[in-house]
């Protein structure tokens, strides 16, 4: 079992910065491709960034390239999500997830395991 705790979700204007954390415990962490997905109110829920294990290759959804950073610390056993120049579309639930996997590249992972989610709220 993988248990997945996310963190640092809150309500931010538009064109603000925001830094989700996810703390990861219970296998080698470093075993797990992590990933980011996110569910706004009436719809499904969508890949939004990914990384390997190694933190060498990483993929995100067309709708946040160039505007989120997904980043890992196998050290500390957490991965983060910094966002910047937030949109009210990007309001939603943000849960962090990790599918094991010790491939070199990355894409939409498949997830395993799922955190609880955290609260992102952007106002225009």
């Known amino acids: 079992q993988v248990q997945l705790v996310e963190s640092g979700g809150g309500l931010v204007q538009a064109g603000d910065s925001l830094i989700l954390s996810c703390a990861a415990s219970?296998?080698?962490?470093?075993?797990?491709?992590m990933g980011w997905f996110r569910q706004a109110p009436g719809k499904e829920r969508e890949f939004v960034a990914a990384?390997?294990?190694?933190?060498?290759?990483?993929a995100y959804a067309d709708s946040v390239k160039g505007r989120f950073t997904i980043s890992r610390d196998n050290a500390k056993n957490t991965v983060s999500l910094q966002m910047n120049s937030l949109k009210p579309e990007d309001t939603a639930v943000y849960y962090c997830?990790?599918?094991?996997?010790?491939?070199?590249?990355?894409?939409?992972?498949?997830?395993?395991?799922w955190g609880q989610g955290t609260q992102v709220t952007v106002s225009s």
């Open positions: 990384i390997s294990w190694s933190g060498g290759s990483t």
């Open positions: 219970g296998r080698t962490f470093s075993n797990y491709a």
């Open positions: 997830a990790a599918q094991r996997s010790i491939r070199t590249t990355v894409g939409v992972i498949r997830p395993n395991y």
